[in-house]
């Protein structure tokens, strides 16, 4: 059998990780441990050079000792590095930036119980951005312009009850989504700032989930969106704002559209990605295709492309692979070459990996599902322990690529298997919307047809599969112990709701404009409260028979900790086997590696009693 990969190798922190290449194109920023924590790091970009970053002259340029810093980037003048940060996992982020040639450093909004949401950028207006703030309203974000160079802040929008936002290039507000009270979402926008807003479509609420608007045109006459309108499968399209017709400029018969990389200065579509086993490249702009043959060539991985100022700058490319952490290039497109950055987590190239292949099967009702598994490298595929590892949203999925769970639980001597149940996203909306009020029903019903695929192809034994996963997920696994106990030997729920009347009624005040697509979804606890009592794991804890391992952060703005203390206060009343892990320090996952590192310690331990697997000491 292949060597224990050490936890903090998989779930550590990185070497490097999120690479940003600068406007300019001569340095490069990134995250990296400073002192423990992680923080941004820059370092000049070598001209000509085998080694593309000149790591002698790395400099660490924030001042995070506690969360670490994990979404940055630059903006246009070069001069400014903006992130955002949290306390304890509150969600309540501020924004913050860093002076590069002063080394001043400021937070750009100090206000307590406030969530700032970074809204555009442009490099027409280097030293502006423009940042969403719910410091009047929770529920509601307005729009101020920010300046950069001052610190001051503008009111530009008043958010009448809009849910998104989009600005043009000329950084003007002209687009946002107005949710409706049955679920469905009208996409406003208006021609100048001063004119009033006006319905420009209406999305249907099967809809919603898979639509977003890309780009403004360069003119300001037209927009790029993303959605499934009079189709299944999500479209690239083309708005006109005057006359409302739509032009279809990509699809997919069986899959979304997932993401577009642009033009950086016509901004015009060149690249559309869609995901199905693997990412898929639709070329629209012929001139890309020859740099995107190159880009394949350069990893075996699935590339995404980023970091283009100008047309004529170089591309940042990350390339996603199974067997391998996340790798990172610079892309010449003048002299269409393309040179090493770096590796996330390199010390993973001393272990065997274990390649993630995609399978389908046909659910209970005839639906196809499709999923991955994660075989342990050198095992016999027959009889081995499992584990259905869930992801959480519900609305989004697993994808082929480097996953640490699914290495970690491979390399313990698990099959880790991984379903895009109904209701994930990336299947047509026919798909999402198959998941709708079936929380507890049939989205849990594919997984346990997913179990009894496995075991019926041989791969699995049967008496000795595990549930795991987290938010959903970890709602997946207490229904999994609560609602069928036989299918599982052990159940692992990281901060997952155990009553679903409670979950919605105590969501984020920011979610309240989406509220009616959740009850959509999930159900309205006001008109059917008992229907999701009946789908809670709560008003089933007395059938619980299996032992749980229960994680909860106890500053988790989506799911309080109320939602794990309920089903931990049933458990112990009825001498159910339980492990409970409260992390305080923590919010909706466990960003502080000393957390992770406890966590996933302890999780192995209690798969390795209840399946036999291995586990580091």
Same mark, same amino acid.
């Not at 001569?26 to 000509?48: D, F, K, M, Q, Y």
């Not at 403004?216 to 927009?223: E, K, N, P, W």
């Given at each position: 059998?292949?060597?224990?990969?050490?936890?903090? +190798?998989?779930?550590?922190?990185?070497?490097?990780?999120?690479?940003?290449?600068?406007?300019?194109?001569?340095?490069?920023?990134?995250?990296?441990?400073?002192?423990?924590?992680?923080?941004?790091?820059?370092?000049?970009?070598?001209?000509?050079?085998?080694?593309?970053?000149?790591?002698?002259?790395? $400099?660490?340029?924030?001042?995070?000792?506690?969360?670490?810093?994990?979404?940055?980037?630059?903006?246009?003048?070069?001069?400014?590095?903006?992130?955002?940060?949290?306390?304890?996992?509150?969600?309540?982020?501020?924004?913050?930036?860093?002076?590069?040639?002063?080394?001043?450093?400021?937070?750009?909004?100090?206000?307590?119980?406030?969530?700032?949401?970074?809204?555009?950028?442009?490099?027409?207006?280097?030293?502006?951005?423009?940042?969403?703030?719910? $410091?009047?309203?929770?529920?509601? #974000?307005?729009?101020?312009?920010?300046?950069?160079?001052?610190?001051?802040?503008?009111?530009?929008?008043?958010?009448?009850?809009?849910?998104?936002?989009?600005?043009?290039?000329?950084?003007?507000?002209?687009?946002?989504?107005?949710?409706?009270?049955?679920?469905?979402?009208?996409?406003?926008?208006?021609?100048?700032?001063?004119?009033?807003?006006?319905?420009?479509?209406?999305?249907?609420?099967?809809?919603?989930?898979?639509?977003?608007?890309?780009?403004?045109?360069?003119?300001?006459?037209?927009?790029?969106?993303?959605?499934?309108?009079?189709?299944?499968?999500?479209?690239?399209?083309?708005?006109? @704002?005057?006359?409302?017709?739509?032009?279809?400029?990509?699809?997919?018969?069986?899959?979304?559209?997932?993401? +577009?990389?642009?033009?950086?200065?016509?901004?015009?579509?060149?690249?559309?990605? +869609?995901?199905?086993?693997?990412?898929?490249?639709?070329?629209?702009?012929?001139?890309?295709?020859?740099?995107?043959?190159?880009? $394949?060539?350069?990893?075996?991985?699935?590339?995404?492309?980023?970091?283009?100022?100008?047309?004529?700058?170089?591309?940042?490319?990350?390339?996603?692979?199974?067997?391998?952490?996340?790798?990172?290039?610079?892309?010449?497109?003048?002299?269409?070459?393309?040179?090493?950055?770096?590796?996330?987590?390199?010390?993973?190239?001393?272990?065997?990996?274990?390649?993630?292949?995609?399978?389908?099967?046909?659910?209970?009702?005839?639906?196809?599902? #499709?999923?991955?598994?994660?075989?342990?490298?050198?095992?016999?595929?027959?009889?081995?322990?499992?584990?259905?590892?869930?992801?959480?949203?519900?609305?989004?999925?697993?994808?082929?690529?480097?996953?640490?769970?699914?290495?970690?639980?491979?390399?313990?001597?698990?099959?880790?298997?991984?379903?895009?149940?109904?209701?994930?996203?990336?299947?047509?909306?026919?798909?999402?919307?198959?998941?709708?009020?079936?929380?507890?029903?049939?989205?849990?019903?594919?997984?346990?047809?997913?179990?009894?695929?496995?075991?019926?192809?041989?791969?699995?034994?049967?008496?000795?599969?595990?549930?795991?996963?987290?938010?959903?997920?970890?709602?997946?696994?207490?229904?999994?112990?609560?609602?069928?106990?036989?299918?599982?030997?052990?159940?692992?729920?990281?901060?997952?709701?155990?009553?679903?009347?409670?979950?919605?009624?105590?969501?984020?005040?920011?979610?309240?404009?989406?509220?009616?697509?959740?009850?959509?979804?999930?159900?309205?606890?006001?008109?059917?409260?008992?229907?999701?009592?009946?789908?809670?794991?709560?008003? $089933?804890?007395?059938?619980?028979?299996?032992? @749980?391992?229960?994680?909860?952060?106890?500053?988790?703005?989506?799911?309080?900790?109320?939602?794990?203390?309920?089903?931990?206060?049933?458990?112990?009343?009825?001498?159910?086997?339980?492990?409970?892990?409260?992390?305080?320090?923590?919010? #909706?996952?466990?960003?502080?590696?000393?957390?992770?590192?406890?966590?996933?310690?302890?999780?192995?331990?209690?798969?390795?009693?209840?399946?036999?697997?291995?586990?580091?000491?």
């Amino acid at each position: 059998m292949a060597d224990l990969i050490p936890r903090d +190798v998989l779930f550590g922190n990185p070497e490097r990780t999120l690479p940003q290449l600068s406007p300019d194109g001569s340095r490069l920023a990134w995250i990296a441990p400073h002192e423990g924590v992680l923080n941004v790091w820059v370092a000049p970009l070598r001209a000509t050079s085998d080694e593309a970053v000149d790591w002698s002259g790395a $400099r660490v340029v924030t001042d995070d000792s506690d969360r670490g810093i994990r979404m940055f980037g630059w903006a246009h003048d070069g001069r400014h590095l903006l992130y955002i940060q949290d306390n304890g996992g509150d969600e309540n982020w501020r924004l913050h930036d860093v002076n590069l040639e002063t080394g001043l450093r400021r937070d750009l909004t100090p206000f307590q119980d406030v969530q700032a949401r970074l809204i555009a950028s442009n490099k027409r207006f280097p030293t502006e951005v423009l940042i969403g703030l719910n $410091r009047e309203n929770p529920q509601l #974000h307005d729009v101020f312009r920010l300046d950069l160079l001052t610190g001051e802040m503008t009111l530009e929008v008043k958010n009448p009850g809009f849910a998104g936002w989009l600005a043009d290039e000329d950084m003007v507000v002209r687009a946002g989504f107005a949710p409706k009270p049955n679920g469905d979402m009208d996409l406003m926008v208006r021609d100048r700032t001063l004119d009033d807003w006006r319905p420009l479509m209406t999305i249907p609420a099967d809809d919603v989930t898979a639509s977003d608007v890309v780009s403004f045109s360069t003119d300001g006459r037209s927009l790029l969106a993303i959605t499934p309108v009079d189709a299944n499968t999500a479209r690239l399209v083309r708005i006109d @704002l005057a006359s409302g017709e739509i032009e279809v400029l990509a699809e997919d018969p069986e899959a979304d559209v997932e993401g +577009v990389v642009l033009h950086p200065d016509t901004r015009e579509p060149q690249i559309v990605t +869609v995901i199905k086993d693997r990412t898929e490249y639709l070329v629209l702009d012929s001139s890309v295709e020859a740099d995107l043959k190159t880009i $394949r060539a350069l990893h075996p991985g699935d590339p995404s492309i980023g970091g283009r100022e100008h047309a004529s700058s170089p591309w940042q490319v990350g390339f996603n692979n199974d067997t391998g952490s996340a790798t990172y290039f610079v892309y010449d497109p003048a002299a269409h070459t393309g040179q090493f950055l770096f590796s996330v987590r390199p010390e993973l190239d001393r272990y065997e990996l274990a390649a993630m292949e995609p399978f389908s099967f046909t659910a209970r009702d005839g639906l196809t599902v #499709h999923g991955y598994i994660t075989f342990p490298p050198g095992a016999d595929r027959s009889d081995l322990p499992a584990v259905v590892d869930v992801h959480g949203g519900p609305q989004v999925r697993d994808e082929w690529g480097f996953n640490p769970e699914a290495q970690w639980l491979a390399n313990r001597g698990y099959a880790c298997v991984q379903v895009n149940y109904r209701g994930s996203t990336g299947y047509g909306k026919a798909f999402v919307t198959a998941g709708d009020h079936e929380w507890g029903a049939k989205m849990h019903d594919d997984l346990i047809d997913a179990v009894d695929y496995i075991a019926g192809q041989g791969w699995a034994d049967r008496k000795r599969v595990a549930i795991y996963g987290g938010s959903y997920g970890g709602y997946a696994a207490l229904v999994g112990a609560a609602f069928t106990p036989d299918v599982f030997c052990c159940a692992v729920d990281i901060v997952g709701p155990s009553n679903l009347k409670t979950l919605l009624e105590t969501i984020p005040p920011y979610w309240a404009p989406m509220i009616a697509q959740l009850y959509k979804r999930v159900g309205n606890p006001e008109t059917e409260a008992d229907f999701l009592w009946s789908r809670s794991p709560l008003s $089933r804890a007395h059938d619980i028979r299996i032992p @749980l391992l229960i994680a909860q952060g106890a500053n988790d703005p989506r799911v309080k900790q109320a939602e794990s203390e309920q089903i931990v206060a049933a458990l112990r009343e009825a001498g159910i086997d339980y492990k409970y892990l409260l992390f305080p320090d923590e919010g #909706h996952g466990f960003a502080k590696p000393e957390n992770r590192l406890k966590f996933y310690a302890a999780a192995e331990r209690f798969l390795a009693r209840y399946l036999g697997g291995r586990f580091e000491e």
